[in-house]
């Protein structure tokens, strides 16, 4: 199934948001530099000069008893130099949370680092500070997919020049039973799928055909003949005052994962009603695909090692 270069770069928040900001969740946006967008291609996680991680993500108590002074940097394992630095980005990773009230999710054009909310305390992709940030985007492979093979269904598969953004987003405490991902093809929803299948809910299951045509009413009014593809995937939520907002555009394509739904399934399914498939029962709850990234890794940062005299590599 192939889709154009121009349709993935479509579906990048970027590209979007100002003409649908009014029906999403309100976000800033950082360029990034080249040299940053190599640092988060570059192996390992090593956190740049200034960033302090969270109390709560560091191992230990930070005393030992030990009488080193603060210029004690054997958990350092590089040579001084190759610590990279970012103070600027930093700085406008830092106000853009604080505009967004102190609690942003953080994502590149396309893919957000959910694969990695196993490295932070809270186990969600809630960031307080740049450094939290800065952990998510270097664990994950979700974001290392946005900065090497987004365009790996694109006839040709040649990546067009464009630039780099992290998006951070307000964060919002939203339900697992309220996020929905729609397929629209020829711009008409097909199918709509509980964004969550690894999870049971009741009142999904009871209400699904109410939940359906107020997604399709919110797709009606907003994006029907307003988005730039005719084949797309976008997911929604509803809110705690019963509405629905739009979450993120997808391409339509395997690239994006189809839920419960397979790709064969999406390119027969017609127009006349779409399909509401949701979990209907506790016993036929799927595993999640997420499971396999909750792998332990080294997180390398020489300012946190000096505060704390920590002799060896956090293990998070």
Known sequence: MDVSTEE???CAIPKWYDNLKAVTIP?????????????????????PQGCILPQMC?????????????????????????????????????RGIASLGGAVVPKLNWSAPKDATWIISSNTLKCTCASEVLLLLKSSDFVAHDLSRVFKYCTP????????????????????SGEFRCFVRHDSIIGISQRHYTQHFDFVVSHKDQL???VV??????LKGRFFNTNYVVDVFKTDEGGVRLMDFNPFCPMTDPLLFTWEELATLDAQSPVVRVVESPGVVQPSDLYHCRLPKVVECSQVIQNHNIKEPLLL
């Open 58 to 94: 560091v191992h230990g108590d930070g005393d030992d008893g030990s009488e080193e002074g603060d210029d004690d940097q054997d958990g350092w394992s590089g040579e001084e130099g190759e610590v990279p630095e970012f103070t600027d980005l930093l700085g406008e990773m830092e």
């Open 212 to 214: 359906r045509d107020e």
């Open 8 to 10: 993935v770069l479509n």
């Open 27 to 47: 976000s800033v946006f950082i360029p990034l530099p080249e040299q940053f967008v190599e640092y988060l291609r570059s192996d390992g996680i090593i956190l």
């Open 157 to 176: 598969d040649v990546a067009p020049a464009f630039q780099y953004m992290l998006c951070l987003r307000q964060w919002r405490d939203i339900h697992p």
């Open 217 to 222: 009413e919110f797709f009606t009014k907003y």
